[in-house]
């Protein structure tokens, strides 16, 4: 089903096609219909959400993700909660119909052990929307990948370097699954990267390797947070710059690297960080906030009887766009990376002085003020 969404308030319009997951989003729109070329700030509801249906991981206590050399952002070696019920998914897909085009199921731990898996699947169905996730791949068998296929725009496996990362990418490209890897890259992880992208070592069948900046939240180290001044930071963007047989992702928050060291990837096909712009997070409490790397929980907001719609234009996802459109005056990359991350500014790949004390600049002015 293809379909298109206008945005009356922030004039421009999205396509979407929810058997492909091919998505477009126009500029903004002239009073003729015109586009201006101009990117909209952001949308009257998030275009993507990232529903963390799970609340607490089964792997937890063996620790299976820190045994992969990743620090779990959602701390799932420590923090146990109920997982998302089916009522409260319902209720947020519900309102979401044909206004948000994809979920990305999440939370602390793998989606596909949900109790209610495939209703939850069913229910983003039922309002056309598009559900994708990233799992382990531990609990992969023949039987949930035949259900992703039935139900899911793409899969992304973490690669944890096991044996059951395999078999799980095997097992979901065999039930013709879209199959992406998603690599946690920072400095315990980068040379590994390096080196598979130069010798194009990934394994075969996959749709994509997206790399996913380390951040320093839940039991992620500050150790393993990459510096922009590193040369293996620079190398490690020149090999994303060179083709590959299979597509080479990254996420919004890598924007700022890829502006100052690629030179072959079009800037129309960035788009920086979309916290509170474009998508935001949902916890399975129904806490919703912009990034699911808050938290800390500094720009919360909580939901029922609030519906996403009141959250999202609320005071408080306000304050966090206040950041995006007041970073680093006079850069010229502004436009396009508003300054990166707001909420870890170690990890934005830029090191000119523009970028320096812009959140001291920020609190200055009286940030809070306005709530
Ligand atoms: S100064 Fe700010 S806006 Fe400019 S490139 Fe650096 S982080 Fe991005
Ligand atoms: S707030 Fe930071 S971590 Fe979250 S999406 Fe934006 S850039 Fe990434």
């Not at 068998?141 to 973490?158: L, Q, R």
């Not at 909420?343 to 920020?362: A, Q, S």
Request: aromatic share 10%.
């Amino acid at each position: 089903m293809k379909y298109r969404l206008i945005d009356q308030k922030y004039k421009f319009m999205s396509f979407f096609d929810t058997d492909t997951g091919a998505y477009l989003r126009t500029g903004i729109l002239d009073k003729n219909g015109k586009d201006t070329g101009r990117d909209p700030f952001m949308g009257s509801f998030p275009n993507l959400i990232d529903v963390g249906i799970m609340g607490h991981c089964i792997h937890g206590k063996t620790g299976l993700c820190a045994k992969a050399g990743i620090g779990c952002y959602q701390s799932g070696l420590m923090v146990e909660k109920p997982n998302m019920r089916l009522e409260d998914f319902s209720w947020i897909a519900k309102q979401c119909r044909h206004k948000s085009n994809q979920f990305a199921l999440g939370g602390r731990g793998d989606p596909d052990q949900h109790e209610d898996f495939e209703q939850i699947l069913q229910i983003c169905k039922e309002n056309d929307i598009v559900p994708n996730f990233t799992t382990s791949g531990y609990g992969m068998n023949t039987e949930i990948a035949d259900i992703c296929k039935k139900y899911c725009g793409a899969i992304a496996v973490s690669w944890y370097r096991s044996d059951y990362t395999i078999n799980a990418i095997k097992t979901l490209i065999a039930a013709k699954v879209k199959t992406n890897v998603h690599y946690v890259l920072g400095n315990n992880t980068i040379d590994e990267a390096i080196r598979r992208l130069k010798a194009n070592d990934f394994p075969q069948g996959i749709n994509a390797v997206i790399f996913l900046l380390h951040k320093p939240a839940g039991q992620g180290t500050c150790e393993n947070v990459l510096d922009v001044k590193d040369p293996r930071v620079e190398q490690f963007f020149h090999e994303v710059d060179n083709l590959h047989p299979f597509k080479v992702g990254l996420d919004s928050c890598s924007v700022p690297g890829v502006i100052r060291f690629c030179k072959h990837i079009l800037p129309q096909s960035l788009d920086t960080c979309e916290g509170a712009r474009f998508s935001c997070y949902i916890d399975s409490d129904l806490t919703m906030l912009p990034c699911s790397f808050d938290q800390k929980k500094q720009y919360a907001v909580k939901l029922n009887p609030l519906t996403i719609e009141e959250g999202w234009n609320g005071t408080v996802f306000d304050r966090f766009r206040k950041r995006l459109k007041t970073a680093c005056p006079g850069c010229r990359h502004q436009e396009l990376c508003k300054g990166g991350c707001s909420l870890f500014p170690e990890i934005v790949f830029c090191d000119k002085d523009k970028k320096v004390n812009r959140f001291d600049d920020i609190k200055d002015k009286g940030e809070k003020d306005d709530e």
